[in-house]
C-alpha cells in the first residue's frame, strides 16, 4: 500500500470534566503529504494525544473533519473505523504493555496484529510475520518473548507490529520515550526506514526535538492550536 | 496454512494462560467448583434416594417380602404334601418375579396339644417350615429327621407342661409324637420367620394356654386327621441388598401385576370346580416403597435447594474471578480493538481463555462432584451406597458448564463493550450505578427478609424442604446490608486517624471506603460464613435433637429383647448380674386387656434402677423423677424362702359361711398364688399354711375366701395379730407393720366385697363384708399403682372407670393413680403410661407371660454384659442401641439435607476466601503504585504492612462477624421449619444452637482470614518496589 495522505479541517474538541469544557483541539487545519515522516510536538497538554487519538480513529471530534486518504473518518460508523484500523493504519501507542501481548513473540505478536484485517472479508495483501522482520532489521528477535526484550526492542518490535497490516499511515505516540539516545536514534532511523522502504505515511508524537529533527516536517501544538507548520 | 495459522493461534492461547496461571488455576479450580456443586447435587440426591430407600426396606423387613397363602376348608386337607406340591406349582418360580429369588414353605396347623398328662391342654402351632432348623438353637436333642418326632420350646419346657426329652405329645390334629429335641429361636424377629407368631406363649383367659410353636418333619403331615385344617405357605423374602432406585418401577409393576393374578384366584373361591386353592397374597412392598418414594422426595427437594444455594454461590465467585481475570487482560483486549478486530473475533479471544480453562474444568468438576457424593455417601449414607452416574447428572454437567460460561461472558461484558480508551484509563463505575447497585442490594435484601418471613410463617413445624432457603435469604440480607453499612463505619475512621500518626489504620479506613469491588467479594464471603454457621449450628441442633428421639424411644443406652418363661424371670435374673443396679434393668411393655382406663402402653420399669439406667424422653420427666413418682410405696416388698407362714387370728361375729384364710403369694413360677391356711373360727387361732416357696416368694396380702358351695354374703370382724413364717427350725415373726396405719389396704378394689381396715396396737382389725368373690387385705404392692402418664394414654372424665384401672387377660384388674403427667415419656412417648415394674407384676397375674420383656443396659455396662445376662439365665433376642438409631435417624431424608448444607457451606466458604484471595492478588499488582509512591514519600514499610493488614481484616473480618451472628439467628429463625426426621416425633425439639461448635467454627475462620489478611498484605507490598514508578501506569 501506498502512503496515505492526512488532513485535518477546522478539526476541533472539548472535554467535558464535571460540567466544564476543555478544549483540547481549536480548530486544527493540517495537511500531511503522504509517504512523509512527520513530528507533532508540544508540551503536555497540548492536544497531541487527542489529535493522534482522532487519527487513530479511537476517538471522535466534536466537530471537523479528518481525511485519511479517502475516508472521512468523523461520520464513520465504529465498524468502518475498526476496518481503516485493520487496514489502512498502523499504530504503536507510548506504553509497549499497550502495544504488544505480553507472552508472545515478534512473530507471534504481528501474527495477532494480522487478525484486524483478516477478521473482515476480502483479500488483505498481509506481510509475511518473518520477512517484515527481517525488512525492518529485527530477525533476530523474531522468537524471544515480549517480556525478555529491552525498552529499546520493544519500542522497534512495537513499530514493526504496527507495520503488520502493511499500513498506509503509521501512528507512533511517544516512540522513543524511556529510550537513552543509542535507542531514541534506532527508533528515528526506523521510522524513516519504514517511510522509504514501504512509502507509509508516519506521524509520530514526541516531546524530544531530535526525534522531531530525525523526521520530514515539524507540526508544533499549543494548547489545541497549531503553533508552526514547517520542515524540519 | 489455516492449520498452522489454528495452530498458532491454540499456542498464543496455551502461552497467555501460563503466563497468568496464577489466574487460569483460580477460574480452573472455581469453575471446576460450580460444576462440581451443580453436579453434586443429583449425584447426591441419587445416592441419597438409594440409601433411604435400602434403609426403608432394611426396617421394614419381611413386610417387603410375598407372602402366598393357601388355607384349603376343612376336609379338603386330604394329602397335604401332595397337595403342597400341587399348590406350590401355582406359586411364582423363585427369581421370576424380579428381587425375590428365593422361597420358603411351611405347613402350618393349628392344633391342641396334651399337657400335664391330660388332653387337650395348650393351644400349639405344629409347624414345618423349609430350613428352620439353622434358625433355631437346639438347647437339647435334635430337631426332628423323620416322621413321629417332634422339637418343642425349651420355655415349653421349662414351664412345667409335663413335656420332657423323649417323652411323647398327642395332638388333637392326630398324631403322637416324641419329644427328640428342644429348642430357642435364635431371635424370633429375623427375616426368615417373615413376622408370623410362631414364638408366642401366653396364659389362656377362658381355655388352655398357648405354647410356642413346636416343629415336625414335613412327612409328618401325612399323618394329620382329614378334619385339620392347614395353612400353606411360601414366603418370599425380598433381596433387600440388590434392589436399586431403578428397580422399583418393576418391582411395583410385577407386585401389582401378582396381586391381581391372586386377587382373581381368591375370589374365585369354591365357584371354581377342581380348584384346590383359596389363595390370598400379602405384601407391604407399595407402603414401603411409597414410605421411600417420600423419603427421596424430601432428599430431592432439600438437595436441589442447598446445592442450588452453593451453585450459586460459587457461580458469584466464578463471576468475580473471571472479571479480575478478564480486567488484567484488559490490555489485550484493548489491543485487539486497536488491531482492528472485528467485535466477534475480539469476543472470541477475550472469552478464549476462559472458556478453554472450563472446558477443562467440566470433567475435573465432574470428577470433584462425584468425589464428593462418594466421600459423603461413605460418611453418612447406609454402607455401600453406589454413586451412580445419571442422566439429570449429565444434564447437570451441563447447566454447571452453562452457567460457568455465562459468568464468563457476564464477567467480560464490560470488557468488550468498553473502548480502547476507555479501557486504558481503567474508569470506574459511575454514580449512577452505584446507586443503582446501592439499591438493588436493599431491594434483594427486602425480597431476602420477606421471603424468610413468609416462609417461617408458613412453614409450618418442621415439615417444608423449602425452608431450607431461609438460612440463604436471611444471610443475604444481613450480609449485604452491613457490607454497605461498612464504607460508612470505616468512613468515621478516617478524621480520628488522619493525624494520629497511625497511619496504618487511616490508610486501612481509607482504603475500605474506597473500595466497593473488595465489598462485593466481602458480602459474598459473609453469606458464605452465614451459611457455613447455619450449618454448623444446623447440624448440631440436629444431632442433638436425633440424640434425643433415639433416647426417648429406646429408653436406655442399650436395649435387649429377652424371652420369658417361668422359672427365667427376668427381674431377678438382672439382678444377678448386677446386683449393685449400676448398669442393668429389667422392662417390660404391655398392651391392656381392655380397662377402658388405658389406651397406650404401658411400660413396666423397675423404678429402682431406672434413675441409674435409663434415659428421660426430651420434654417430659427426668428418669429420677419418674422412679421417684411410679416408686412411691409405704411398704417394703417381703420376700420370704421359708416353707411354712402362719398367721394369728382373732376372729368374732362371722356371719355366713367362715371364709377360708388364704395367703396370697407370687412365685417366680405362679405370679398369683391363695395357699389356705384353715378355715376361720371364733376367737383366737393360729392359721398354718405350707408353702413351696423354696425358690422365693412376695407375700402380697391375705385373702378370706368363701367357699366354693357358698354364694350368699359372708361378714365378720377379724384381727389379724400377727404373721410369723417358719424357718432355720424356729418360728419368726414377720415385720408386716399390721400395727401402723395405712400399711395395708382393703382389696380387691373392683369387687363386691368391702374391707374396713384399722390398725390398732393389738394388730391389724379388718371389718369385711363380701357378697360376691373373695374378700382381701393387700400388703403388697400398693393400691392404685402409682404411674407417670400421658394425656392421650389414659381415658379421663365422663364414663371413664374410676379409679382408673388396667386389666390383664386373666381380668384382673390393677388400678393405678396418674402421680405426674407427662408431654412425653421413654419408649410410649406420647402415648402410654410408665408403672412400677415390680408393682405391676405383683398385681397382674398375666403380666409376666403377655408383656414384652427388654433389659436395659445403661451407657457405663461392662462390655461382657450380654455375657453376664446370659449367665443369670436369660434367653437374649436382639439387642437395639441408640447409636444405631442415632445413626438410622442420621440418614433420613432431611438429615442427609442438613448435613449436605454443612458440607457445601463450608466448601462455599472456602471457595469464598480463595475468590476474595484471588481478587486481592489482582489488585496487588494495580495497588502497587500507589504504595510504591507511599514508600518513595517515606512511609514505613512496617506501617504499610500494618495498614495493609488491617485493610484485609476490616473487610474480611467484617464479612466473619456479619456472617457468624447471621448464620446463627438464621439457625435460630429458621430451625423450627426445617425438617429434621422424615416423620414426625412428639418428643420437645430443641432449637437453641450450641454456642461451642459456633465458636470453634468463627475461630478456626479468623484465623483463615488473618492468615489471607497478612498474605494479601504482603503481596501487595512485594509487588510495591519504587522502580515500579517509572513504568507508566497500566
Known amino acids: 500500500m501506498t502512503g496515505l495522505e492526512v488532513r485535518c479541517d477546522e478539526l476541533r474538541h472539548v472535554y467535558q470534566i464535571d460540567g466544564e469544557q476543555l478544549v483540547a483541539l481549536d480548530g486544527i487545519d493540517l495537511t500531511i503529504a503522504p509517504g512523509t515522516t512527520s513530528a507533532i510536538i508540544g508540551p503536555s497538554g497540548s492536544g497531541k494525544s487527542t489529535l493522534v487519538n482522532i487519527l487513530a480513529g479511537l476517538q471522535r471530534p466534536t466537530s471537523g473533519y479528518v481525511y485519511i486518504g479517502d475516508n472521512e473518518l468523523s461520520a464513520m460508523s465504529q465498524t468502518a473505523l475498526l476496518r481503516i484500523r485493520a487496514k489502512r493504519v498502523g499504530i504503536a501507542v507510548q506504553s509497549p504493555s499497550r502495544n504488544l501481548l505480553p507472552f508472545a513473540d515478534p512473530f507471534d505478536n504481528i501474527r495477532f496484529a494480522q487478525r484486524g484485517p483478516r477478521s473482515f472479508p476480502g483479500r488483505s495483501d498481509l506481510p509475511d510475520p518473518a520477512r517484515l522482520l527481517r525488512d525492518l532489521g529485527l530477525a533476530d528477535l523474531a522468537s524471544v518473548p515480549v517480556d525478555r526484550l529491552s525498552g529499546g526492542e520493544r519500542q522497534r518490535v512495537a513499530l514493526a507490529v504496527g507495520m503488520a497490516n502493511h499500513p498506509g499511515l503509521l501512528i507512533a505516540d511517544e516512540p522513543t520515550s524511556q529510550l537513552d539516545s543509542a535507542n531514541r536514534d534506532r527508533v528515528v532511523e526506523l521510522l524513516r526506514h519504514i517511510s522509504t522502504h514501504f512509502a507509509t505515511t508516519v506521524v509520530a508524537v514526541t516531546h524530544d526535538p531530535q526525534v522531531a529533527a530525525g523526521l520530514d516536517r515539524t507540526i508544533r501544538l499549543h494548547e489545541g492550536r497549531l503553533l508552526k507548520d514547517g520542515a524540519a | 496454512m489455516g492449520v498452522d495459522r489454528s495452530r498458532r493461534r491454540s499456542w498464543l492461547l496455551l502461552q497467555g494462560l501460563w503466563w497468568r496461571r496464577g489466574f487460569s488455576a483460580s477460574v480452573l479450580v472455581v469453575g471446576a467448583l460450580v460444576i462440581g456443586a ?67 414353605g411351611s405347613i402350618y396347623v393349628q392344633t391342641f396339644a396334651d399337657a400335664r398328662g391330660v388332653p387337650p391342654s395348650v393351644r400349639v402351632g405344629m409347624l414345618w417350615r423349609d430350613g428352620a432348623c439353622a434358625h433355631l438353637i437346639i438347647v437339647t436333642g435334635q430337631c426332628p429327621s423323620g416322621p413321629g418326632q417332634v422339637l418343642v420350646s425349651q420355655r415349653t419346657v421349662d414351664n412345667d407342661y409335663g413335656w420332657r426329652l423323649g417323652g411323647r405329645i398327642t395332638f388333637a390334629a392326630g398324631p403322637r409324637l416324641q419329644i427328640v429335641g ?18 408366642e406363649a401366653f396364659q389362656g383367659t377362658d381355655g388352655p394356654d398357648t405354647v410356642d410353636a413346636v416343629f415336625v418333619d414335613r412327612d409328618e403331615t401325612a399323618a394329620l386327621q382329614p378334619s385339620t385344617q392347614a395353612t400353606l405357605l411360601w414366603d418370599y423374602p425380598l433381596d433387600q441388598a440388590a434392589i436399586r432406585l431403578n428397580d422399583v418401577p418393576r418391582l411395583r409393576r410385577d407386585v401389582a ?92 479471544f477475550a472469552l478464549g481463555e476462559p472458556l478453554v480453562l472450563l472446558t477443562i474444568a467440566m470433567p475435573i468438576g465432574f470428577g470433584l462432584g462425584w468425589l464428593a457424593a462418594r ?81 417461617r410463617r408458613g412453614g409450618g413445624h418442621g415439615n417444608n424442604a423449602t425452608a431450607l432457603l431461609a438460612p440463604g435469604l436471611l444471610v443475604v440480607a444481613v450480609a449485604l446490608l452491613g457490607t454497605r453499612a461498612l464504607p460508612l463505619l470505616t468512613r468515621t475512621l478516617l478524621r480520628p486517624t488522619r493525624g494520629s500518626g497511625r497511619i496504618g489504620l ?7 471506603a474506597r473500595r466497593p469491588a473488595g465489598l462485593r467479594l466481602a458480602a459474598m464471603l459473609a453469606v458464605a460464613v452465614g ?38 424371670d427376668p427381674v431377678a435374673a438382672v439382678g444377678r448380674a448386677d446386683p449393685d443396679g449400676r448398669w442393668a434393668m429389667a422392662a417390660a411393655t404391655w398392651l391392656p386387656d381392655g380397662g377402658d382406663s388405658v389406651v397406650g402402653t404401658v411400660l413396666a420399669v423397675d423404678a429402682r434402677r431406672m434413675a441409674r439406667v435409663g434415659y428421660s424422653a426430651s420434654g417430659g420427666p427426668s428418669a429420677a423423677q419418674i422412679a421417684h413418682t411410679i416408686g412411691a410405696s409405704q411398704v417394703a416388698q417381703l420376700d420370704t424362702t421359708a416353707t411354712t407362714m402362719r398367721v394369728v387370728i382373732s376372729a368374732s361375729g362371722i356371719r355366713g359361711a367362715p371364709p377360708q384364710i388364704q395367703f396370697v403369694m407370687r ?154 403427667w407427662a408431654r412425653v415419656l421413654p419408649v410410649v412417648l406420647d402415648n402410654g403410661l410408665v408403672a412400677n415394674l415390680v408393682f405391676v407384676r405383683a398385681r397382674l397375674p398375666a403380666f409376666d407371660t403377655e408383656a414384652n420383656w427388654t433389659v436395659w443396659l445403661g451407657p457405663h455396662a461392662p462390655h461382657d454384659a450380654l455375657a453376664r445376662l446370659r449367665a443369670a439365665g436369660l434367653t437374649l433376642q436382639g439387642v437395639q442401641t441408640t447409636r444405631s438409631r442415632i445413626i438410622q435417624l442420621g440418614r433420613q431424608a432431611p438429615a442427609l439435607s442438613l448435613f449436605l448444607l454443612l458440607a457445601c457451606a463450608i466448601i462455599g466458604a472456602l471457595v469464598a476466601v480463595g475468590g476474595t484471595a484471588v481478587a486481592i492478588s489482582a489488585s496487588a499488582r494495580r495497588r502497587s503504585y500507589e504504595t510504591a509512591a507511599l514508600r518513595v514519600v517515606g512511609v514505613p514499610r512496617r506501617a504499610l504492612y500494618r495498614g495493609g493488614v488491617i485493610e484485609q481484616v476490616l473487610i474480611l473480618g467484617a464479612a466473619v462477624l456479619l456472617g457468624i451472628p447471621a448464620g446463627a439467628l438464621a439457625a435460630r429463625l429458621a430451625m423450627p421449619v426445617i425438617p429434621e426426621f422424615a416423620d414426625t416425633t412428639p418428643i420437645l425439639l430443641r432449637y437453641q444452637p450450641p454456642v461451642p461448635p459456633i465458636i470453634a467454627f468463627a475461630a478456626a475462620f479468623l484465623v483463615l482470614v488473618c492468615l489471607t489478611a497478612m498474605v494479601a498484605a504482603a503481596a501487595v507490598l512485594r509487588a510495591a518496589v519504587p522502580t515500579r514508578l517509572r513504568e507508566a501506569e497500566e
Open chain 2, 38 to 104: 451443580a453436579v453434586l447435587g443429583p449425584l447426591y440426591a441419587r445416592a441419597a434416594g438409594e440409601s433411604t430407600l435400602r434403609d426403608e426396606l432394611t426396617q421394614a423387613g419381611s413386610a417387603t417380602g410375598l407372602e402366598f397363602q393357601d388355607m384349603p376348608s376343612v376336609l379338603q386337607l386330604t394329602a397335604p404334601i401332595s397337595q403342597f406340591a400341587q399348590a406350590q406349582a401355582k406359586t411364582p418360580t423363585p427369581g421370576a418375579v424380579h428381587g425375590y429369588p428365593t422361597r420358603t
Open chain 2, 182 to 199: 428342644t429348642y430357642t429361636p435364635r431371635d424370633p424377629h429375623e427375616a426368615f420367620w417373615f413376622g408370623h407368631d410362631y414364638f
Open chain 2, 257 to 348: 401385576g401378582l396381586q391381581r393374578r391372586y386377587h382373581t384366584a381368591s375370589s374365585c373361591g369354591v365357584a371354581c370346580k377342581g380348584q384346590q386353592v383359596n389363595w390370598r397374597m400379602s405384601t407391604d412392598l407399595v407402603k414401603v416403597l411409597d414410605a421411600a418414594a417420600h423419603e427421596r422426595n424430601l432428599v430431592d427437594r432439600g438437595t436441589l435447594l442447598v446445592t442450588l444455594q452453593l451453585a450459586l454461590l460459587a457461580w458469584l465467585v466464578l463471576f468475580e474471578v473471571v472479571t479480575d481475570a478478564v480486567e488484567s487482560r484488559g490490555n489485550e483486549i484493548a489491543l485487539a480493538k486497536l488491531r482492528g478486530l472485528r467485535p466477534w473475533w475480539t469476543a472470541r
Open chain 2, 375 to 455: 466421600l459423603f455417601s461413605s460418611a453418612v449414607l447406609a454402607p455401600h451406597t453406589p454413586v451412580v452416574v445419571t442422566w439429570s447428572s449429565v444434564a447437570a454437567l451441563g447447566l454447571g458448564f452453562a452457567g460457568a460460561v455465562v459468568a464468563a461472558i457476564a464477567a467480560s461484558y464490560r470488557a468488550l463493550t468498553r473502548s480502547v480508551l476507555a479501557q486504558w484509563r481503567r474508569t470506574t463505575r459511575s454514580l449512577p450505578a452505584s446507586r443503582a447497585g446501592l439499591l438493588l442490594d436493599v431491594a434483594l435484601s427486602l425480597a431476602a427478609l420477606a421471603g424468610l418471613v413468609v416462609l
Open chain 2, 506 to 512: 487511616f490508610l486501612a479506613a481509607r482504603q475500605v
Open chain 2, 531 to 568: 451459611l457455613a454457621t447455619f450449618g454448623v449450628s444446623g447440624v448440631a441442633v440436629a444431632a442433638a435433637n436425633r440424640n434425643a428421639r433415639a433416647h426417648a424411644e429406646l429408653g436406655a443406652h442399650r436395649v435387649v429383647a429377652v424371652q420369658y418363661s417361668r422359672g427365667k
Open chain 2, 667 to 820: 412365685s417366680s413360677r405362679e405370679p398369683f398364688l391363695m395357699v389356705t391356711a384353715g378355715t376361720l373360727r371364733s376367737g383366737t387361732h393360729i392359721y398354718t399354711a405350707r408353702l413351696d416357696c423354696a425358690a422365693g416368694c412376695t407375700l402380697l396380702g391375705l385373702a378370706w375366701n368363701r367357699p366354693v358351695t357358698f354364694d350368699g354374703v359372708m361378714s365378720g370382724r377379724l384381727l389379724v395379730r400377727r404373721i410369723e413364717q417358719y424357718q432355720h427350725s424356729r418360728w419368726a415373726a414377720v415385720n408386716t407393720s399390721l400395727i401402723r396405719p395405712g400399711t395395708w389396704r382393703a382389696g380387691p378394689e373392683v369387687s363386691e366385697s368391702s374391707d374396713k381396715l384399722h390398725a390398732t396396737p393389738a394388730g391389724l382389725r379388718d371389718d369385711y363384708r363380701s357378697s360376691s368373690g373373695y374378700s382381701a387385705i393387700s400388703y403388697f404392692p400398693p393400691q392404685p399403682l402409682p404411674v407417670v402418664a400421658t394425656p392421650a394414654s389414659v381415658i379421663t372424665g365422663g364414663h371413664a372407670p374410676r379409679p382408673s384401672q388396667m386389666i390383664d387377660n386373666l381380668s384382673t384388674v390393677a388400678t393405678f393413680t396418674v402421680g405426674q
